[in-house]
């Protein structure tokens, strides 16, 4: 059973009534990134009562209000080679107390779409800006990324389209926190050598066509990206979120400080083994941990011995 465009917009309304939508502000609204059933009823009343909708493709945006059954608002062209001039058109509109709606043709505007300098400039002009949160690609590439040792997340969107900045861009990607990347289908082959060459070592989320009827999500080593993509044709087309999983911790950062100066302290004066034992048994630590932390330590110093073996490993008789 279908339901009539009209009644969207009116139970739309009656979910948002509650909520004040004053006149004269710029309303920034996110879109659905492919499945136009991720619309939020509040963008519905929204962009139901805008005066005018500003957007970065009109034919897109007017497609996609047909679909909603709002018709007939006044659309302004606001795309990334005329942001800053379209700027004193919307502000002259909400100076003149209309309410105006932001759009970009898929997702967040200002979120690697055009609207920053937009909002920028309303702000500028002592104008009110309100966002209606809703579907975005980023957090929906998070959610299933499953990368639970991360700390937070860093969103650097498209990469360099130049090989040499590429690589100089996938190089700096070295934190501990996930990273987020947005890539075209004719880049991507470029940008999953750039990552195996470079970030060897971590794991990668692949995200093609979110929300679409052919998405398809992956999660690999980074340095099998190259070979997962060149497997099936498929998978270089359509639209990608890549999440790069936080780097993993190296063996001192996995060894909180009072386990590593018990082991210090250990080390000194016993066996290698057996001072590893003690300090997992006295602290709590991964023995594994403690272990690899003592081996590093050892290497470092040039004073590998004999008996530096693994824990769970037997000596002879």
């Not at 609204?29 to 991720?38: F, R, W, Y």
């Not at 639970?148 to 690589?167: H, M, N, T």
């Not at 004719?186 to 060897?200: K, M, N, W």
Request: glycine share 6%; net charge neutral; with cysteine.
């Amino acid at each position: 059973m279908t339901i009539e465009a009209s009644s969207w917009i009116a139970a739309a309304a009656d979910a948002a009534a509650r909520q004040q939508y004053p006149a004269a502000t710029l309303y920034v609204v996110a879109t659905p990134i492919g499945n136009l059933a991720d619309v939020t009823v509040r963008a519905l009343h929204v962009l139901a009562l805008a005066d005018a909708i500003a957007c970065e493709d009109t034919r897109h945006t007017a497609q996609l209000l047909r679909h909603y059954g709002i018709d007939g608002k006044p659309l302004i062209a606001v795309h990334e080679h005329n942001e800053r001039e379209a700027a004193p058109h919307v502000i002259a509109r909400l100076q003149a107390g209309q309410r105006v709606a932001c759009v970009s043709d898929a997702g967040t505007p200002a979120v690697s779409d055009p609207g920053a300098r937009l909002v920028q400039a309303v702000r500028a002009a002592g104008l009110r800006i309100v966002p209606l949160p809703g579907p975005s690609s980023a957090v929906a590439a998070l959610s299933v990324s499953g990368d639970e040792a991360s700390r937070g997340f860093r969103f650097v969107g498209f990469l360099p389209a130049k090989p040499r900045e590429l690589e100089q861009a996938v190089q700096a990607l070295d934190e501990a926190a996930a990273v987020v990347i947005f890539e075209a289908p004719h880049r991507i082959e470029a940008l999953g050598r750039a990552l195996a060459a470079h970030q060897s070592g971590r794991t990668v989320t692949v995200c093609r066509e979110l929300t679409k009827q052919f998405e398809e999500i992956e999660t690999l080593a980074v340095t099998e990206l190259p070979a997962w993509l060149a497997a099936q044709p498929q998978r270089r087309k359509g639209e990608f979120v890549l999440v790069l999983h936080s780097r993993p911790a190296s063996a001192q950062e996995a060894v909180a400080s009072r386990a590593q100066a018990a082991l210090k302290a250990l080390v000194a004066v016993l066996p290698l083994k057996q001072a590893v034992a003690l300090a997992a048994e006295v602290t709590g630590a991964s023995r594994n941990a403690l272990y690899e932390l003592a081996l590093q330590w050892k290497r470092e110093g040039g004073r590998e011995r004999q008996d530096d073996r693994d824990p769970g490993e037997e000596h002879g008789g």
